[in-house]
T-cell receptor, first 111, second 111 residues
Framework: DADVTQTPRNRITKTGKRIMLECSQT?????MYWYRQDPGLGLRLIYY???????NKGEISDGYSVSRQAQAKFSLSLESAIPNQTALYFC??????????FGPGTRLTVL | GNSVTQMEGPVTLSEEAFLTINCTYT??????LFWYVQYPGEGLQLLLK?????DKGSNKGFEATYRKETTSFHLEKGSVQVSDSAVYFC??????????FGKGTRLSVIA
């Protein structure tokens, strides 16, 4: 089984809808991250969490919110989706050797 | 602030050719440097890393040396294979800040 899983893998939605992307990990890592990937822009950090009680904004947090329900779960929400949030979204964890482990990604399309 | 600049792609090489992907960085303090690789349809995975000046990271025939004097961490491989076709990301982390990624370089290797 994969160590970092993301659901759904693909999602098509309409402008104005609320969307939640979920991430689960079995690695026991405290640190978790949400990124978005756009062609030509690399990965940009949306939010990150050092533990259940520690949530931090990243470079591009506007229009997004997160919830760290447990050490293993870190969800990303788009309260009112807009077309420029169409992107590939990755969840990741980090271990004590400074290695990040990425999920397989969620491809989100906002029409 | 911290930033990473890597050569733009795409890079197209014939099998067994020599590969160099340039990466330079700007950082405060003494960053750790990383190369991550993203194979088609997958999340990123760590390829190699170096944590201090003059360290050489290596994995799967790829190498990169942490050059503080030129603030560089260029990725090299002596003989690429078709299976090396992927997007390569240079990244850095300094202190307790999150990873900062370059924009990625797409490599295509043709037989």
């Amino acid at each position: 089984d994969a160590d970092v899983t993301q659901t759904p893998r693909n999602r098509i939605t309409k402008t104005g809808k609320r969307i939640m992307l979920e991430c689960s990990q079995t690695k026991g890592h405290d640190r978790m991250y949400w990124y978005r990937q756009d062609p030509g822009l690399g990965l940009r950090l949306i939010y990150y969490s050092f533990d259940v009680k520690d949530i931090n904004k990243g470079e591009i947090s506007d229009g997004y919110s997160v919830s760290r329900q447990a050490q293993a779960k870190f969800s990303l929400s788009l309260e009112s989706a807009i077309p420029n949030q169409t992107a590939l979204y990755f969840c990741a964890t980090r271990d004590r050797t400074d290695t990040q482990y990425f999920g397989p990604g969620t491809r989100l399309t906002v029409l | 602030g911290n930033s990473v600049t890597q050569m733009e792609g795409p890079v197209t090489l014939s099998e067994e050719a020599f590969l160099t992907i340039n990466c330079t960085y700007t950082a405060t303090g003494y960053p750790s440097l990383f190369w991550y690789v993203q194979y088609p349809g997958e999340g990123l995975q760590l390829l190699l890393k170096a944590t201090k000046a003059d360290d050489k990271g290596s994995n799967k025939g790829f190498e990169a040396t942490y050059r503080k004097e030129t603030t560089s961490f260029h990725l090299e491989k002596g003989s690429v294979q078709v299976s090396d076709s992927a997007v390569y990301f240079c990244a850095l982390r300094s202190g307790n800040t999150p990873l900062v990624f370059g924009k990625g370089t797409r490599l295509s290797v043709i037989a």
